[in-house]
Every structure is written in C-alpha cells, then in structure tokens.
C-alpha cells in the first residue's frame, strides 16, 4: 500500500510589497496529513481550490520532494528509492495536458514506453494490447490533435497504464468530457481497480463521480485533514437531514394539524396553491413510508412526491458554508 505520514510541504515565495520592494513568504501546502491506499481500492482527495490537493498527488507520485513526513510505496521509501517507486505509480490529469499533440496516439505510447524501460516486442504489445481496451486502435496512426477531446482522454488513459503501475492518481480525469464517455471512463477506473487490483487516488470535483467510485475519502481543507470516512458516512455525519416535497388536494386546517401531529419528529410547512396543497417536509431520516401512511388514513391523495436524500455535494458544500462562518 502508500502510506503518507505527517505529510507536510512548505513553499517559499515572493509577497510583493509595493512597486519597488518584495518580500520572502512561508506557505504551507500541505501540514501533517496521513493518508493510505491499498490495492484494489479507490480513495478520494477532497478540498476547495487551494486546498493542497494537487501538490500532495505531485509528493506521492514522486514529482515533489516532501518538506516533512514520510511516503513509502509497498515498504520503499519515496524520497530514498524514488526512481524504483516512478515505475510503480502513474499519472492521469483531466484536460488536453501530458501528451504530445503532433505525434500519433501509437507514437505517444511508444515514446513513454521507453521512458520506463519498455522496447521491442513487449512494448509493441502493450500499446496494441491498451489501445484496444481504450477503444483507439483504429485511430493509432492519427495525430493526437485531430482526436477529439474524449479520444485525447482515453489515451491518457492508455499513457497512464503503459508502465503496468500498481497505483494511480488521477487528477480530474473525466473534466469537460461528454456524459457517455465520462460514463465510460468511469467503468474503466472500476475494472483498474476491482479486476486488475490497482490502488487509485482521484481527485474530482463531480461529487456524484466521487460518491460512486470511491471506497473512502479524505477531504482536506489548507492542507490539513478535516475528514475521513466511506461517502456515505460522511455524508450522513454532516447532512443531517432528508427533504420530502409532496402536492396533493387542497388540505384542511384540521387535517394539517392531524398530520403534523402524526409525523413526530419531523419539520412540516404546508404551502397553498388555489386547489391544492404542498408540503414541505424535513426530517433526519427518510420519512416517505411514514408520510404514505398518515396521508391514507388522513384521505389525502398524494398527487407528486419529491424526495431529496442527502448527498455527499450537500456535505461539501455545508463543510464549505461553516468554514466561510
């Protein structure tokens, strides 16, 4: 597994002072973080922009010394034995970057084969054996910048297995794809890590991607931990509550107070709209088969019924909320 201990990294840099003088600035990144990631499991790296997401990926994939604390990779060190770690670990970003636009997709595979030590026949096979599985083999001899932008990501895909890593991080790898191949790419990070026993970092801000994929999450906030848990108990840790929206038929004052005296526990605000009603209705656990049953006894005829169950975007963005206050 990868295993960061008391991460930290400190960056130096130049705080202008006025037009003509600057001085030097102590940053911290990233302060005392711990995090693991095992085989076979996807985790999440969560934060607002500026969170220090981007430079801990960077010191776990070797791309930046650490200033303190220790990353080991399977029992290596990743300072100390960094060049064995680099042929453990890879890389995807989201966006058009890490690929070279003029050469083809086969020669884009090609070149960072070799970089990893890969020749002859067994790179010749690996880059046919991984075009197939990101669906470019009738495109390996066509320009990277003629590909269109979901094409450019699954090669980035390709380009992040050709070295067989054990780990991977990936850095916002469905960002501004299409639904459909954003779909696709998903279910490929699926199989990396559930058929093919690849520990997977991901960072995302498309929180319904985080909640689908991710076994368990670190959110981070100016570089220090402020939760760690599975989505769904992240979510149900700091969102406390279901929202149920239900039109009916007009209701009486007699019946609402009946069904508010029934449905113990719950928030209830009745609305009216000419010759029907809404309700509102706010409770810490789902409460639909409860409102079904008061509303048959009261006679109330549920026209439509919205339920809002807490998401993981709800616990963000109240975590968001209460760092603001």
């Known amino acids: 597994m990868i295993e960061a201990m008391n991460l930290g990294k400190v960056y130096t840099v130049k705080k202008k002072i006025n037009f003509f003088r600057s001085e030097k600035e102590k940053v911290n990144a990233v302060k005392g973080l711990n995090l693991k990631i095992v085989e076979g499991e996807i985790v999440g790296l969560l934060g ?3 969170a220090g997401k981007t430079t801990t990926i960077k010191m776990l994939s070797t791309l930046l010394n ?3 604390g220790k990353i080991t990779i399977d029992g290596l060190d990743a300072v100390k034995d960094a060049i064995k770690v ?9 966006g058009e970057r890490m690929l070279y636009w003029r ?24 880059i046919q054996v991984l075009l197939e599985k990101v669906g470019l083999t009738e495109a390996s001899n066509t320009p990277v910048e003629l590909y269109s932008k979901g094409m450019k990501q699954r090669l980035q ?3 992040g297995l050709i070295n067989d890593p054990k780990y991977l991080f990936l850095d916002e790898p469905t960002l501004g794809l299409d639904a459909p191949v954003a779909k696709q790419l998903r279910e490929m990070v699926k199989s990396l890590a559930k058929d093919q026993g690849k520990g997977i970092l991901l960072t995302s801000h498309y929180l319904e991607e985080v909640e689908e994929l991710c076994d368990r999450v670190y959110i981070i906030e100016k570089g220090s931990l402020i939760l760690h848990d599975t989505p769904e108990n992240i979510t149900a840790s700091v969102v406390k509550n279901f929202h149920v929206k239900i039109e009916s038929i007009a209701i009486s004052t007699s019946q609402q107070n009946r069904i508010k005296q029934s449905l113990t526990g719950c928030s209830i605000e009745f609305s009216e709209l000419g010759d029907s009603s809404e309700m509102h209705i706010m409770a810490p656990f789902d409460p639909t088969a409860l ?13 439509k019924l919205e339920l809002k169950r807490p998401r993981l975007e709800d616990a963000i963005l109240t975590l968001a909320k209460e760092k603001l206050a």
Not at 86 to 94: D, L, R, S, T
Not at 109 to 121: A, E, I, T, V, W
Not at 292 to 300: G, L
């Open 48 to 50: 607002l922009n500026g």
């Open 66 to 68: 650490p200033s303190a």
């Open 86 to 94: 680099k042929g453990m670990v890879n890389m995807i970003a989201g």
């Open 103 to 126: 050469l083809t997709g086969a020669q884009n595979l090609r070149y960072f084969g070799k970089l990893y030590g890969l020749s002859g026949g067994e790179l010749e096979a690996r």
């Open 157 to 159: 895909i390709a380009r």
């Open 291 to 303: 409102i079904f049953s008061v509303c048959m006894k009261e006679s109330v005829p549920i026209q």
